[in-house]
C-alpha cells in the first residue's frame, strides 16, 4: 500500500485503541502509523499512548515483522548486492567490555566474507563501539553511504555510525521510548535493533544476546525471549539468523574503557588477549563464516578463524581499515599512540578468598564515572580512562592484592570509581561455580540449513 492512500484509509486513535484491546494490527495499520509518525503526520503524544499499549499488551510475530519491515523501509536500505561477496554482521545488546565488534569485522573480512557493520554509541553503562573507534587518532565514523561502500570493497568491512537516511523512524521512536518508560518491551527493541540491521542490506546476521548483570536483559528467559524473536523476525525477513546467548555477569575480557578497549583488541589480532574475549571472538566468528559461506562447518569456521588470527592477516586487515577510515594505523605497533590518561591508581582487595561475583553494570557505571562514558547525552566521552581488571569471578586473591587498576584525569572521579568497584566484588572463603560464557544457542531454520 502506498503511504497516500494509507493515510486515508486510517486514522491513528483507531490503531492505538486497537492495540489497547489487544486486537492483532494489520500490516497496513503498522505501515500506516509508522510511515506517518516518521513524516511528522502523527504526534508524539499519540505514538507514546501506542508505545505503551504495545509494552503492556505485546505483539504477534506477524505484527513484529512488519514493525520491522515499516522502521527498515522508513529510510534508505543499502544495497550492496554488486559486492561478490556475502554480507555478513554482528550485533550485540551492549555490555561492559564488550569489544568483539572490533575484532570481527577484521576478521571475518580476512576470510572473505564482507562485514558492512552499523553500529552505536554507549548507553547508559554499556560501552559503544563507535566510541571505542573513535579513540584511534583520526578514525572517521561518519563516512557517507558512497564511502562506506568504497571502504567496505576496498578492505570487506567498514565501520560507521547510524546515518540520519537509515531506519528514521527508529531514530524518532527511540528518543520517545526513552522518556515514556517503553525502552523495555522485547518487540519494541527487536525491531529497534533488526530494523537498523537489514538496512545494511546483509544476507545473514549473528546476534550476540547477552544476559546477566552488566547486560539489558537480567535474565536467561528474558534473553532467550528477545533472542527467539530476533531470530524468528529476521528470518520471516529472508535472512539467515542466529542467536548466541552470553554470558554478561563480569566484563568481558579485562578492560573496559574505549583506548584501553582497543589494546585488548590488538591483544587478540596478534593472538594473544584473555581467555573469554579470545573464545567469544572465535565462536563469533566461526558462525560468521558460515553463515557467509567460507566454511563449510562452524567447527572450521573456528579453526579458519585462529588461523587469520596466527597468520597476522586478520591484524593486517584492522590496520587496513584503520587507514582507509582516515585513522592512525601506527596504533597497531606502538600502542602508546592510543590516548593514554594521565594517573593509574590500584584497587586492592580488603581480603583474602576468592572473588565471588562482580556487579558488572556498577563497572561499567565506574567507567562513565571516570568520563568514559555519557552521564547525559551532550557529553562528550574521555578515550583514555577506563578501569583494568586483574582479577575474574573463581579467581584467588591475597589481602592487598590488586583487583584493578585504575586510569583516570580527575581525582574526584577516580574516588567514586574506587567506591563502586570495591562495592561490587564480592570475596567469598570458597570458590564460585563457575558459569558458562556461552549459555545458549537459537539457531534459524536457515542458517541451520546453510
Ligand atoms: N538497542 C537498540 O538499538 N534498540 C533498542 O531498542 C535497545 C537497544
Known sequence: MSPSTAIQTFRAIDVIRKKRDSIELSQAEIEYFIDAYTRGEIPDYQVSAWLMAVLLRGMTRAETAALTDAMLHSGEVLDLSGLPARKVDKHSTGGVGDKT?????????????????????????????????????????????????????????????????????????????????????????????????????????????????????????????????????????????????????????????????????????????????????????????????????????????????????????????????AGDPRVNDDLKRLPQAQKITDVLSPKAGYLASIQCEQIGTACVILGGGRERKEDSVDPSVGIVLHKKVGDRIAKAESIASIHYNSEPRAERARQLIVESCAIADTPPTAKRLLIHKIIGRSAESN
Open 101 to 325: 565488534s572490533l575484532v570481527l569485522a577484521p576478521l571475518v573480512a580476512a576470510a572473505g566474507v564482507a562485514v558492512p557493520m552499523i553500529s552505536g554509541r554507549g548507553l547508559g553503562h554499556t560501552g559503544g563501539t563507535l566510541d571505542k573507534l573513535e579513540s584511534i587518532p583520526g578514525f572517521n565514523v561518519n563516512l557517507p553511504v558512497a564511502e562506506f561502500r568504497r571502504v567496505l570493497e576496498s578492505c570487506g568491512c567498514a565501520m560507521i555510525g547510524q546515518t540520519a537516511e537509515i531506519a528514521p523512524a527508529d531514530r524518532k521512536l527511540y528518543a520517545l521510548r526513552d522518556v515514556t518508560g517503553t525502552v523495555e518491551s522485547p518487540y519494541l527493541i527487536c525491531a529497534s535493533i533488526m530494523s537498523k540491521k537489514l538496512a545494511e542490506g546483509i544476507d545473514a546476521l549473528v546476534l550476540d544476546v547477552k544476559t546477566g548483570s552488566g547486560a539489558f536483559m537480567k535474565n536467561e528467559n528474558d534473553a532467550a525471549f528477545l533472542a527467539e524473536l530476533m531470530v524468528e523476525t529476521g528470518e520471516r525477513m529472508g535472512k539467515r539468523v542466529l542467536a548466541l546467548i552470553t554470558d554478561m555477569d563480569q566484563p568481558l575480557g579485562n578492560m573496559i574503557g574505549n583506548a584501553l578497549e582497543v589494546v585488548e583488541v590488538v591483544d587478540v589480532l596478534r593472538g594473544g588477549g584473555p581467555q573469554d574475549l579470545r573464545e567469544l571472538c572465535l565462536e563469533l566468528a566461526a558462525w560468521m563464516l558460515h553463515l557467509g559461506g567460507a566454511s563449510k562447518t562452524v567447527a572450521e569456521g573456528r579453526r579458519r578463524s585462529a588461523e587469520l588470527i596466527a597468520s597476522g592477516k586478520a591484524l593486517e586487515k584492522f590496520r587496513q581499515m584503520i587507514e582507509l577510515q
